[in-house]
């Protein structure tokens, strides 16, 4: 079976979990504080504060930024739940804005359709554009927007670590917090992980104790300082993170190959192309290949259709106005809605071959005819 991913761990990454293992101290150590320097440096910003997945993450994000009831963050309707359900868990409300059919991110006019006919009663507070699958937002533009309306940025980076906006800053280092996701469909796993990114070295301080406990230690004491959680990373998980790291950069060369290899397939399939085809942004790190189907033919049918072929496939991400569970957007978003049912993820990992693609697009023409 042709898996739509896969975990790159090499035999040295493994070796090195085992070495922690072996040394008993499973939780926080000097693995943890090596891999956030190095992703630190990698990412280009001041600090990295690693934590337990990519939604602890953004969930520290909503409750270090005092976001709650009576604010509202505005956010993408396509993406994955996590992005909404870390607002409502602290008591704000998901503003729900339509994406671009083709880069699937937030749709600026949209977006300042929105904030200009907002009328409450919730404060629009944040905005938190989602880099989906690797393709870095209009993060330009939102900055300005957000700049104009005194919205604080929050980036849902959960899929897009490597990833570069124009100009060659990595995503997740524009706005005020940057969520990253180290989940084994991401294309840096540590099993479960997350990591924030700020260049506010106060707010990172008190990230760290909002992670373990609200603790703070200091000269052998330990206070409590505030009412906080437990979304730390352990130590073998930071040990499998920090082998990856340095090969990042050319496994996203190789899966942006790969890419580029589905386009030109697709873009001329015998009788003329029938999908509509993910934009090849610069700077995309390609998390996921997405390739949005006909309205008349049935995502059900294609993918059992490639599993009889031998080669997974699925959904790419969700709308949330579909779910019911966020509340009613303030404008229809219709392209969110279709990418939801319409949307086809293909297979995409840096061990594949250029064969592999092929044969992916030969099942899909036949799937399709
Ligand atoms: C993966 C992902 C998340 C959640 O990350 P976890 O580590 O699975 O908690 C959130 N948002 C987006 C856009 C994602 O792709």
């Not at 998901?94 to 977006?111: A, G, K, M, R």
């Not at 524009?174 to 540590?190: A, E, I, N, Q």
């Not at 997974?312 to 049912?341: D, H, M, N, V």
């Amino acid at each position: 079976m042709l898996k739509l991913s896969h975990p790159n761990i090499s035999d040295s990454a493994i070796d090195a979990v085992i070495d922690v293992l072996r040394s008993g101290n499973l939780v926080h150590g000097a693995e943890n504080e090596e891999f956030e320097r190095e992703l630190a440096a990698y990412l280009g910003c001041a600090e990295v504060v690693l934590v337990s997945s990519g939604t602890a993450a953004l969930h520290l994000a909503m409750m270090a930024l005092g976001l709650g009831p009576g604010d509202a963050v505005v956010i993408p309707d396509f993406t994955f739940p996590a992005t909404a359900n870390v607002i409502a868990l602290v008591g704000a409300r998901p503003v729900l804005v339509d994406v671009e059919p083709d880069t699937y991110n937030l749709s600026i006019p949209c977006l300042l359709s929105v904030i200009e006919n907002w009328t409450g009663p919730e404060r629009l507070r944040a905005v938190m554009p989602v880099h989906e699958f690797g393709c870095p937002a209009r993060i330009a533009e939102i900055q300005s927007i957000a700049d104009q309306h005194s919205l604080v940025i929050v980036e849902d980076a959960a899929c897009a670590l490597g990833a570069e906006a124009e100009g060659g800053k990595k995503v997740g280092t524009f706005g005020r917090l940057g969520c990253f996701s180290f989940h084994p469909r991401k294309t840096l796993t540590t099993g479960e992980g997350g990591a924030l990114a700020t260049d506010d070295i106060a707010l990172a301080q008190r990230l760290r104790r909002m992670r373990s406990h609200g603790m703070e230690r200091s000269g052998g004491s330990v206070t409590f300082t505030e009412v906080a959680l437990n979304y730390r990373l352990t130590q073998f998980q930071a040990a499998l993170g920090r082998y990856q790291l340095p090969r990042l950069d050319e496994w996203i060369d190789r899966r942006s190959e790969l890419a580029s290899h589905y386009l030109q397939i697709l873009s001329s399939a015998p009788g003329g192309n029938r999908f509509a085809l993910p934009a090849a942004n610069s700077g995309h790190s390609w998390q996921t290949f997405m390739i949005t189907l006909p309205e008349g033919v049935s995502r059900a049918t294609v993918v059992a259709a490639l599993r009889k072929d031998g080669i997974e496939s699925g959904a790419g991400a969700q709308c949330l106005s579909s779910i019911g569970l966020y509340g009613k957007p303030p404008a229809p978003t219709p392209i969110s809605a279709r990418l939801a049912t319409h949307g086809l993820a293909l297979p995409l990992f840096e061990q594949m071959t250029k064969c592999d693609v092929e044969e992916v697009c030969a099942a899909l023409f036949k799937a399709t005819s």
